[in-house]
């Protein structure tokens, strides 16, 4: 049971390590930096998309042959994670209803707040 618990918390760190180096090389160019090397670059593309809930990226929406302008980006990318949110808060709140105890203190409830962290 322990070991198990550490490799959870394990693998959070990790995660929320991954999150960091994704947005702190995206800042560090906006503010005028270099980028990263290639090779790097290359894995931090893809640890994007593991850590990311950017939909338009991820599913490629911008290929389905339509067009996408901004707006549409925008709102793919703002409602995407309001919708998982929703969706998650829906099945905590029937776990609670049916088989008793807090909200805020299921598991789905906790990915979310390391998703939307």
């Known amino acids: 049971?322990?070991?198990?618990?550490?490799c959870k918390n394990y693998l959070i760190t990790v995660y929320?390590?991954?999150?960091i180096m994704v947005d702190l090389g995206r800042v560090h160019v906006m503010r005028g930096g270099a980028g990263y090397p290639t090779l790097f670059a290359q894995l931090v593309?893809?640890?994007?998309?593991?850590?990311?809930?950017?939909?338009?990226?991820v599913v490629h929406l911008d290929c389905l042959g339509t067009r996408l302008d901004f707006m549409d980006m925008l709102l793919a990318?703002?409602?995407?994670?309001?919708?998982?949110?929703?969706?998650?808060?829906?099945g905590e709140w029937a776990r609670v209803c049916f088989w008793s105890g807090h909200l805020a203190r299921g598991k789905g409830f906790k990915i979310l707040l390391i998703f939307i962290f």
């Not at 703002?78 to 998982?84: D, I, R, W």
């Open 16 to 19: 929320v390590t991954a999150q």
């Open 77 to 90: 990318t703002t409602l995407f994670p309001l919708a998982v949110a929703v969706l998650v808060l829906l």
């Open 45 to 57: 593309g893809v640890l994007e998309i593991l850590t990311s809930l950017n939909l338009v990226e």
């Open 1 to 6: 049971q322990e070991v198990i618990f550490a």
